[in-house]
């Protein structure tokens, strides 16, 4: 508001082409963790729960002991997928593979505007 009162609509409109430049540039920078995080099945499982029950146990809030955190012993010759049951949510090759398509894209896109006002053709 206060640039459409000061500079008029010729304002906005700079105001707006910037923005989206910057945009444009930083895009890049947060799509490449976005798809390596979600692509990692070892940062994208959960553990399972069963049916009714949550996560955590609800405590009722007149005791006062907080909750007990019990540990259990893995046997060693169990494999792992059986000691403990997660849920995985990691994105599939198909969908990584979309992804890095258009990271890459845009990278591309990135560079070519920068070559060409490089270039002073923009």
């Known amino acids: ?8 609509p010729n304002g906005i409109n700079s105001l707006l082409v910037a923005s989206q430049v910057i945009l444009s540039i930083v895009l890049p920078f947060v799509i490449f963790p976005l798809i ?3 692509s990692s099945s070892r940062i ?3 553990h399972k729960t069963s049916p009714g029950r949550t996560s955590v146990d609800t405590v009722d809030s007149s005791e006062a002991s907080p909750p007990t ?4 012993d893995h046997d060693p010759e169990m494999p792992e997928s059986q ?3 997660f849920v995985d949510f990691s994105s599939g090759k ?5 992804g890095c398509l258009i990271w890459f894209v845009i990278v591309v ?5 920068i070559v060409t ?5 923009g």
Do not use: K
């Not at 508001?1 to 008029?8: E, K, N, R, T």
């Not at 955190?69 to 259990?72: G, L």
């Not at 006002?117 to 053709?121: A, K, P, Q, S, T």
């Open 1 to 8: 508001m206060a640039v459409a009162i000061i500079v008029g």
């Open 36 to 38: 390596y995080l979600t």
């Open 44 to 46: 994208m499982r959960v």
């Open 69 to 72: 955190i019990t540990h259990v």
């Open 83 to 85: 000691t403990q049951d």
């Open 94 to 98: 198909f969908m990584t593979s979309v």
């Open 109 to 113: 896109a990135n560079l070519y505007v």
């Open 117 to 121: 006002l490089g270039m002073g053709e």
